[in-house]
């Protein structure tokens, strides 16, 4: 299998959330890509052992190898768009396209910021879904429970506690979600969006 490689971003200072916080998230991060590369080697040794016998095994790391993928890919969305500062929400087609989807910027935000409120670990996350032009917004739970098949996520907020409790406490989670968008770097959501299309 092929492995994959643990990106690099560049975070500067954000509202919020502290230095110390995201140097222990990122080694989160690379956990998932450790694990995603580490069961994809396992399972060829398996099969290369006796994948008759292994069986049992290697299908257990084979259900386990979502979870650690979309949390490698997660969070990659995640601190891309908290790279390389903060930037507006321009006046261009992702603008239109939220807006032809919920009606209104704002109303956009408000429905995201309440899936993002919802009780438990996970993401939420806003796709393109290409074969209807249109975006949706969903809860992850954990990392890989409610993808939403053939859409591409632009925008994924980790609601998972180690993301902001250290610096917000569990009952700061509302501000936490307001400091994200106000860290938010739009342009990288806009070229998640041209990519998409
Ligand atoms: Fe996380």
Redesign the pocket.
Known sequence: MAQFEEKKFNIGELKGISPKNIEE?LK?YSGYVKNANMIGQKLYELYEEDAEKNAYMMSELTRRFSFEYNGMRN?EIYFDSLSHGSSPLTEGELKKVIEGSYGSIETFLTIFKMTAMIRGIGWAILWYDKKNNSLLNSWVDEQHLGQLQGCTPLLAL?M?E??YVADYQPSGKKQYIEDFFANLNWNKVEENFKNAK
């Open positions: 998230h989160l969070h980790d998972w180690h993301s």
